[in-house]
């Protein structure tokens, strides 16, 4: 099942996207973000209307407790080192394609 995403069926990354197309790979994942996007925007609703109290970018979700009985400024800290791996993260990638 993993021919299609094998090196000879994409050789390189510039053309990764359109091959992808047309074996319905991106289709597929389209549908399943746009699904998630849906079903986020009901947050959005309420924190517009002021009806949810969170930060912006504030999921929830912290399933390893890295930030359970932690501090204000330390929490804050946290947030900034995930928010600056994330930005090289992104670089790095557009580094390597």
Do not use: W
């Not at 924190?47 to 804050?76: H, I, N, Q, Y």
């Amino acid at each position: 099942p993993g021919d299609i995403y094998s090196v000879e069926s994409i050789p390189n990354a510039y053309n990764a996207h359109n091959i992808l197309v047309e074996q319905g790979s991106m289709s597929f994942l389209l549908l399943v973000i746009g699904f998630i996007e849906v079903c986020s925007g009901a947050a959005l609703v309420q924190v517009s209307k002021g009806e949810l109290d969170r930060e912006a970018g504030d999921f929830g979700l912290d399933p390893l407790m890295f930030l359970k009985d932690k501090t204000k400024e330390e929490s804050d800290k946290m947030k900034l080192r995930e928010l600056l791996n994330g930005r090289l993260a992104m670089l790095a990638f557009g580094a390597v394609s």
